[in-house]
Nanobody, 125 residues
Framework: QVQLVESGGGLVQPGGSLRLSCAASGFTLDYYAIGWFRQAPGKEREGVSCISSSDGSTYYADSVKGRFTISRDNAKNTVYLQMNSLKPEDTAVYYC??????????????????WGKGTLVTVSS
């Protein structure tokens, strides 16, 4: 079955960087699009960044454009999210997600069938 395991979260000061990893099993990254979502306390879950399975096209939420970069290593079946210039408003639980109706161009929660358990990112001084 599909499993997604996130790692790399933690506490970081504003302006700092973190790299999240998501190890996938039960499918290969060239089959489904995959992405990162986040949910802050009291807020709805939102798409942060997604990457397609075919042409590598990507989506970034406006709030993270220019600061976050999604990438994938098909050989390791792992997707990454490099987060730079972190802000306190980036504080959230970050989830890796995939599904047959998730697209690299749109990154919608409604397109997700499989979720990881999440990793907490806290940006605070």
């Amino acid at each position: 079955q599909v499993q997604l395991v996130e790692s790399g979260g933690g506490l970081v000061q504003p302006g700092g960087s973190l790299r999240l990893s998501c190890a996938a099993s039960g499918f290969t990254l060239d089959y489904y699009a995959i992405g990162w979502f986040r949910q802050a306390p009291g807020k709805e879950r939102e798409g942060v960044s997604c990457i397609s399975s075919s042409d590598g096209s990507t989506y970034y939420a406006d709030s993270v454009k220019g600061r976050f970069t999604i990438s994938r290593d098909n050989a390791k079946n792992t997707v990454y999210l490099q987060m730079n210039s972190l802000k306190p408003e980036d504080t959230a639980v970050y989830y890796c997600a995939t599904g047959p109706f998730l697209y690299g161009s749109s990154c919608l929660v409604a397109g997700v069938d499989y979720w990881g358990k999440g990793t907490l990112v806290t940006v605070s001084s």
